[in-house]
Each structure stands twice: as structure tokens, then as C-alpha cells.
């Protein structure tokens, strides 16, 4: 006789033998005690759980003629029922008989009385697959249920079933048990089988199960008859094509040293052990999950994969938020999967690109700097914003550099050409600003992304980094707390790019003048004070760039000669 498999041999024989499901075993033990089972119930959940055993058990109570300890195990119907012979209970696979006919026939088998016990229990494994014939059917009996016929339906696809046939029934969810409890039940059973298994093995088992008990005990009885017995890990590394811990934290130590050649290495070495890459990646993320979880705290009892030395070892290369980085590319990864053809070639390929991240920050940077070079040589040299004072000539005012650029000579940016604002100048702009404008300004700046085109992109990016400090009829104050975002754009030709940009595409015809949010604060409370001691400075002339384009225009001598004598009274020769 073939040996019998231990999910069979050691499936519960009653309530105190199930694992996990609490909420079930007692809402079912109490209807038993009291009487109050229903006609119809619906166990859902994932494979392995205990829907079966449970259906089961319960059909072993309801005809138990010891309510208060049903089932006792030891009357005639609780002897039946667990060998299988009893008449009462028929249950039946739906994935074979899922024809209309075969539910026909136990429709009119369930109106004839019970031969043994009280009730006559119906038990449908895979509920879901009967046709929808057969669904309908039995959807009717349900309806209006014999006497003393009670169904037990057991699905792990609910949502396959008709919504009619679920609201007639009590519906019992079942969930995936605890890797602990698993674990536990496996080394109670190993003791009982004689199999010397290493709780660590245990806890691998409990993993690979996924929260099925069956499957559990399914990979053990296969450990134990290629181990004779003797369950360790490096045993089920080999048969199921895992690593151990060590490996995945050598394996991150070579990424974040940028040992290519390493990881390259280990990699083929995976390929070529047939390790599962998918599971590998699950692995890993946990390993990253736990080292941040162990930095974070400093506390061994959080850890259940890893220790403390193996997260102690991570860390003298990488910090907190590379691991989380490193974490969150591997959870791309795992979505790459599906997609791919090859799952050594898409891991492979994560691993390269964490591995030479800092050489692509320098690529993209040397390439953003290029851009920006590139950008310079092809715009005209312009001067700075014109600011200039009606009164207070103690405020400097910045002069029109009217020197022309040489021809394909790039232009450098100095610091003349970034405008650095004083706390005096900020005041000046700040006494003409009012809130309306400023209200007007911020629902501008909140349309900037429908903008978001090929040839404006540079500029929205800019923009989207500030917001709107305070606002007049000719000018625009904008903060952030970057300094590099206000140097450039308070740098010349980034500055006269953003102004038409905004009166082109916006229609804002306003100047836009950036400050951090340092000096804005500070500003602010200098303009506080000396309004209140009546010392607050003159508004400050706004000129635009067409502004000063015009300007520009007349500094020849013929325009002034014109401006001064009057265009009619002048003619001007040329040589």
C-alpha cells in the first residue's frame, strides 16, 4: 500500500486541530452547540487554508450525537464520517461534474431523508466552475431547501459565482495562515514523523508554502524523502533552486562597490543553478527591507530573514537611502517579469544599472551642462534686468552693458550678469505689490503644466520650483528656498528667455525678479517694521527688456540728434 502523504495523515480531525482560521472554527463550533446552523454556507479563500477540512468537520457535527463536544470523534456517525462510508454526507468535485444533470440528480437525491444521522450534507469543492446551467439549479434548491439538507460550498474564486447564490448563503473568508504558525505545526509534525528539521528549514518551507498548510506539508514529505529524513537548509536551497541569505547580502555588497565583474559573475552562477529570479528578487527586497528596518531601530527582534551582522555588513556601503532606492528598482523589476522574455537578462540588467548609477549621474550631468552651454552660445549677450530709483539715488542702479559679443565666441556667465538682491531693493518692490495681483499671478502659475510643450519645457521646469511671493502691475517676485534655482533665473539671458515666455505664452507682460525664501522672510519683517516708523523705502522703476530695447535703439547720435531737433527738421546724409 502506498505510503499516505502527510497533508492526508495529519488533516484535523476537530475543531482544536485546526490551524488558524479563529473566527471560523468558533462561529462554527457555536451554531453546532446551539443548534443554529444554517441551510447553505460558502468557505472562500486562498488553496491549502482548510475549507475542505472544515466542511468537513462540520458535517461530522451536525449529525454527532454529542452537540456539547461535537464532533467526539467516537459515535457511530463521527466513525462513519471519517472513514468516508457515511450515507448522509456526499460530497462532490464540481470541476468534474459541472453539467446541469449531475447537479439534477443531487437536487433530487437531496429530497429523499436522512439514513443515518439528522441532516444530509452536501459538501461542492470548486464551486465555481459548474456551468451556468447547473449554477441556476442550484441556485433554485437554495432557494427553498428540503428539510434536514444542508450545503457546504467551498470556492477559491468567489467572485465567479453568481451574486444570487452568494447572498443565500453564510460566507466564511478564509486567509493564508501565518508563516509562525506553519512553521510550528511543521515541527510538531516532524517530531511525530521521527524527521530531524532545522527551524530555519522550517521557516523556508513556511515561505515557499505562501500561507497554505497543504502545500507545507506537501514540500516537507518531499525534504524528508530526499534528505532521509534529515531537513536542513542547503537541502531545500538545492531542490527548490534557492540562495542562501549570505548571497544576497554578498550579492548587494558588490552593486553598491560597483564590482561589475562580481555581480556579473553571480548572476551567470544563478542562471546556471536554475535559481528562481523571481523569487531571488522578493528575497532581496526583503533583505533591503530589514537592513533599513534594523538601521532605523536597532532592534534584533524585528528581524526574520536576516542578522544583525548580515545588516551590520550592508551598511558599510550603503546607507539608508540607497538601500531604499536599491529596493524601490527591484520592485520595478519584479513588474518587468511578466514582460519579459528572459528573467536572468531583466535581472541582469537591474543589477548594471544599480551598479553603475554614479556613472549615469555623471553622463546625464555632463550632458545637462552641454545643453546649457549649448543654449548660451546661441543667444545674444543681453544685460540684466534694468532697475533704476524715481528718488533714494543712495540705491545703486544697474548700468546696460553695451558691450557686443564677438562672433562664435561662447559667452560666460559672471557675476555681473546674476542681479543679487539687497533687502533695500526687495523693500522697494515689495511697497508696490498688492494682493490682488499676487492672486491673479499664483492662478497663472497654476496653469504653467497645460503649457508643457517641447520648446517650453526648460522653462516650466524653472517655473514649477517656486511659487509667488508677491506680485505688482510690472513685476513678479517669486522665492524658493534653492539658491541655484535663483541664480539662474536672475541670470541675464535665463531671465529675458523667462519674461517672453511669460508674456508670450502666459500673457503676463511682467518681470520676474527670484529671491530665496530666507531673504523673502527677512524682508518681509524689515517691511513690517519700518512701516510702522514710516521709513519704508520709494517704489523702485520696473523697465521691461522692450523697454530697454527701445533705450538701446536710441543711443546712436542721429537718434538723439532727431529726438532733440524733431524728425522734420533733420535729414541725415549718408557718406
Not at 534655482?485 to 527670484?514: C, G, P
Amino acid at each position: 500500500m502506498a505510503k499516505l502523504a502527510l497533508y492526508q495523515k495529519y488533516r484535523s480531525t476537530d475543531f482544536d486541530e485546526v490551524v488558524g482560521q479563529e473566527y471560523v472554527v468558533r462561529s462554527i463550533r457555536n451554531a453546532v452547540r446551539e443548534g443554529k446552523t444554517g441551510h447553505a454556507y460558502l468557505f472562500c479563500g486562498p488553496r491549502g487554508t482548510g475549507k475542505t477540512t472544515m466542511a468537513r468537520l462540520l458535517a461530522k457535527a451536525v449529525n454527532c450525537t454529542d452537540h456539547e463536544h461535537a464532533p467526539c470523534g467516537t459515535c457511530d456517525n463521527c466513525i462513519a464520517a471519517a472513514n468516508g462510508t457515511h450515507p448522509d454526507i456526499v460530497e462532490i468535485n464540481a470541476a468534474n461534474e459541472t453539467h446541469v444533470e449531475d447537479i439534477r440528480e443531487l437536487i433530487d437525491r437531496s429530497q429523499l431523508a436522512p439514513m443515518m444521522g439528522k441532516h444530509k450534507i452536501y459538501i461542492i469543492d470548486e464551486v465555481h466552475q459548474l456551468s451556468s446551467a447547473a449554477s441556476s439549479a442550484l441556485l433554485k434548491t437554495l432557494e427553498e431547501p428540503p428539510e434536514n439538507v444542508l450545503f457546504v460550498l467551498a470556492t477559491t474564486d468567489p467572485q465567479k459565482l453568481l451574486p444570487t447564490i452568494i447572498s443565500r448563503c453564510q460566507r466564511f473568508d478564509f486567509t493564508s495562515l501565518r508563516k509562525d504558525q506553519i512553521r510550528d505545526h511543521l515541527m510538531a509534525v516532524a517530531q511525530q514523523e521521527n524527521i530531524q528539521l532545522e527551524k530555519e528549514a522550517a521557516e523556508m518551507i513556511a515561505e515557499l508554502s505562501d500561507g497554505g498548510m497543504r502545500d507545507a506539508l506537501s514540500i516537507m514529505d518531499q525534504c524528508a524523502a530526499y534528505t532521509a529524513d534529515q531537513i536542513t537548509m542547503d537541502a531545500i536551497d538545492r531542490i527548490y533552486g534557492l540562495t542562501t541569505t549570505d548571497e544576497k547580502v554578498d550579492l548587494l555588497c558588490d552593486i553598491v562597490r560597483q564590482d561589475i565583474p562580481s555581480v556579473l559573475s553571480r548572476i551567470d552562477g544563478y542562471r546556471q543553478r536554475g535559481i528562481d529570479l523571481s523569487r531571488f528578487t522578493d528575497d532581496v527586497i526583503d533583505v533591503l527591507k530589514e537592513t533599513v528596518i534594523y538601521k532605523t531601530t536597532k532592534r534584533e527582534d524585528l528581524l526574520k530573514l536576516i542578522h544583525p551582522e548580515q545588516a551590520r555588513k550592508l551598511f558599510e556601503y550603503a546607507d539608508l537611502r540607497t538601500c531604499l532606492n536599491m529596493a524601490d528598482t527591484f520592485l520595478e523589476t519584479k513588474e518587468r517579469f511578466r514582460l519579459s522574455s528572459s528573467s536572468a537578462t531583466c535581472f541582469e540588467i537591474t543589477c548594471l544599472k544599480l551598479a553603475a548609477q554614479e556613472y549615469i549621474q555623471e553622463i546625464q550631468q555632463d550632458h545637462q551642462q552641454e545643453k546649457i552651454s549649448g543654449s548660451r552660445n546661441k543667444v545674444d549677450h543681453i544685460p540684466a534686468p534694468i532697475v533704476s530709483r524715481e528718488t533714494k539715488p543712495d540705491i545703486p542702479v544697474q548700468k546696460i552693458n553695451q558691450a557686443t559679443q564677438q562672433e562664435e565666441k561662447p559667452v560666460e556667465l559672471t557675476k555681473e550678469e546674476i542681479h543679487t538682491w539687497n533687502d533695500e531693493e526687495i523693500l522697494s518692490l515689495l511697497v508696490q505689490c498688492n494682493k490682488q495681483s499676487k492672486a491673479s499671478d499664483e492662478n497663472t502659475f497654476s496653469m504653467l503644466k497645460n503649457y508643457n510643450g517641447m520648446d517650453t519645457r526648460k522653462y516650466i521646469s524653472i517655473l514649477e520650483n517656486v511659487r509667488v511671493a508677491a506680485s505688482c502691475n510690472d513685476a513678479i517676485i517669486v522665492m524658493t528656498k534653492v539658491q541655484q534655482i535663483v541664480n539662474r533665473i536672475n541670470e541675464s539671458v535665463m531671465n529675458e528667455q523667462l519674461y517672453e515666455f511669460m508674456k508670450n505664452t502666459m500673457h503676463t507682460d511682467k518681470m520676474i525678479y527670484a529671491i530665496t525664501e530666507t531673504q523673502y522672510l527677512s524682508a518681509t519683517k524689515a517691511f513690517r517694521e519700518r512701516m510702522q516708523n514710516g521709513t519704508l523705502p520709494s517704489p523702485m522703476k520696473i523697465v521691461r527688456y522692450h523697454q530697454v530695447t527701445e533705450e538701446k535703439k536710441e543711443k546712436t547720435p542721429a537718434d538723439r540728434i532727431i529726438n532733440l531737433f524733431g524728425k522734420d527738421q533733420v535729414e541725415i546724409i549718408q557718406e
